[in-house]
T-cell receptor
Framework: QQQVKQSPQSLIVQKGGISIINCAYENTAFDYFPWYQQFPGKGPALLIA?????SEKKEGRFTISFNKSAKQFSLHIMDSQPGDSATYFCAARGYYGGSQGNLIFGKGTKLSVKP | EAQVTQNPRYLITVTGKKLTVTCSQN?????MSWYRQDPGLGLRQIYY???????DKGDVPEGYKVSRKEKRNFPLILESPSPNQTSLYFC???????????????FGSGTQLSVL
């Protein structure tokens, strides 16, 4: 199964709150899980990424939590700011079959942080 | 500055009129890819290229062609565009991860295509 399921589709958070976006996958051949951030009118840009041998990775206010047994991973944005308002994509990479290490993206979450 | 450059930024065309969207990267990346982004559907891969003269289909290749004659360029060709190809298109490139570090996919700024 090559899907990555992302939720919620949209999220509204108050300034200073915690934003949480969840992703789930089925293929155990995935070996790399990045999150990309996209501002309006721009291309996506790598925000943070994790490999499955690590359960958590933190970079500033952004944290990935990874649960290998449940095949789920999530992005937590602490102290959310209006400048974090963007669309967030989770992704997974796998070297299975003929995939050649392509990224499979979730459908995205539009985050709005209200002042 | 390291970048992926796409042109044009906006394009309006009519059904059946052949068009090409150009993509160029200045990072000497082996891997290049095209995606389309549609509301509610996220980023879907159209075609990718592991290196010069090597291209392969992604998830939604129907109606598109690509070529990779030089390492830096990866044009997307719509030989007979149809309205269902109206979308936001992104080109991207990256080095091939040799399994050690974490890779980074660099995206262009996008091409908004409308097919009437």
């Amino acid at each position: 199964q090559q899907q990555v399921k992302q939720s919620p589709q949209s999220l509204i958070v108050q300034k200073g709150g915690i934003s949480i976006i969840n992703c789930a996958y089925e293929n155990t051949a995935f070996d790399y899980f990045p999150w990309y951030q996209q501002f309006p009118g721009k291309g996506p840009a790598l925000l943070i990424a994790i490999r499955p041998d690590v359960s958590e990775k933190k970079e500033g206010r952004f944290t990935i939590s990874f649960n290998k047994s449940a095949k789920q991973f999530s992005l937590h944005i602490m102290d959310s700011q209006p400048g974090d308002s963007a669309t967030y994509f989770c992704a997974a990479r796998g070297y299975y079959g003929g995939s050649q290490g392509n990224l499979i993206f979730g459908k995205g979450t539009k985050l709005s942080v209200k002042p | 500055e390291a970048q992926v450059t796409q042109n044009p930024r906006y394009l309006i065309t009519v059904t059946g009129k052949k068009l090409t969207v150009t993509c160029s990267q200045n990072m000497n990346h082996e891997y290049m890819s095209w995606y389309r982004q549609d509301p509610g559907l996220g980023l879907r891969q159209i075609y990718y290229s592991m290196n010069v003269e090597v291209t392969d289909k992604g998830d939604v290749p129907e109606g598109y062609k690509v070529s990779r004659k030089e390492k830096r360029n990866f044009p997307l060709i719509l030989e007979s565009p149809s309205p269902n190809q109206t979308s936001l298109y992104f080109c991207a490139s990256k080095t091939r991860d040799r399994g050690i570090g974490l890779e980074k996919l660099f995206f262009g700024s996008g091409t908004q295509l409308s097919v009437l």
